[in-house]
């Protein structure tokens, strides 16, 4: 994940491997997550702790804009929400529905009455 992502959590997501990218090499004592300085960097880290050979990119827009264009990504599992919201990061869902196939997909209403749809993408 991006280092603006880690902060936006504020805590390590539990029982996995957490690698945070910044550009700032990160000396930090005690930390609980792997630091990389790049992306490749990261998936190399991902690549020495994964058991079952998957990692799972998690954003923010920045990383999710780079590993698509760099063509790290195997597949996708995409929530959509069916309601304009304000925000200021963005993802490029035309862009994958372009490139990548629809494997498997479910609508749901969420019990505030909002529509969404989880679609995997390969
Ligand atoms: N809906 C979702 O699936 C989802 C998922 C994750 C996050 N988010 C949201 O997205 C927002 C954050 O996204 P964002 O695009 O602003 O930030 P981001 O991608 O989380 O992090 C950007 C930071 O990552 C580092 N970075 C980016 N590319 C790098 C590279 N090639 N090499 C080394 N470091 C690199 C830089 O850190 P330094 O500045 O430290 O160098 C950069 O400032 C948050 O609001 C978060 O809540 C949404």
């Known amino acids: 994940m991006g280092r603006k992502t880690h902060e936006s959590i504020g805590k390590v997501l539990q029982d996995r ?30 690549k020495f702790w994964s058991c079952d050979g998957e990692c799972f990119i998690i954003g923010g827009a920045e990383i ?30 035309d862009y994958v529905k372009s490139n990548y196939d629809l494997m498997h997909t479910e609508s749901h209403t969420s019990k505030t009455g909002v529509n969404y749809s989880f679609g995997v993408y390969e």
């Not at 997550?33 to 960097?41: C, W």
């Open 17 to 46: 491997v957490n690698i945070v990218i910044s550009r700032k090499s990160d000396n930090s004592e005690n930390k609980l997550y792997e630091s990389a300085l790049s992306l490749a960097d990261a998936l190399k880290i991902a």
């Open 64 to 93: 999710y804009k780079q590993a698509l264009r760099m063509k790290l990504v195997h597949r996708l599992y995409i929530t959509e929400i069916y309601r304009d919201f304000d925000g200021d990061a963005f993802f490029d869902i």
